[in-house]
């Protein structure tokens, strides 16, 4: 033991968790999303236009960054489930090899 172990059902657990979290965070965003620019409805192209411009500049900006932080944080549990697949698929190929290195000798 190095103490540098994973410990592979509370990684997979954790992942799966991590994922959820991701897509729950996505489907929050979806209400927000259907509203629109906020601004359309005011139909104003007068001094309130300006001020209605930037608020759709902004929402959409914002929106952008949430949705790509929705999509990080379901890629952070997907690539979590990957690292506990290949630590299970290595240690499986690493014992069968230990294994067979004995029966060479």
Known sequence: ????????????QQAGRISTHGEDYR????PLEAR???VSS???DGLFSMFTSMYAECRAVSMAALSGLSTA?????????AVVA??????AA???YVENAGAWQ
């Not at 290949?86 to 240690?91: I, K, L």
């Open 1 to 12: 033991m190095t103490g540098l172990e994973i410990a592979l059902g509370a990684a997979g």
């Open 42 to 44: 005011f139909g104003d």
């Open 73 to 81: 944080i379901t890629d952070t549990g997907d690539s979590l489930r």
């Open 27 to 30: 489907a929050a965003l979806a």
């Open 94 to 96: 690493t014992t069968q």
């Open 36 to 38: 629109g620019d906020g």
């Open 86 to 91: 290949n630590t299970r698929d290595s240690e």
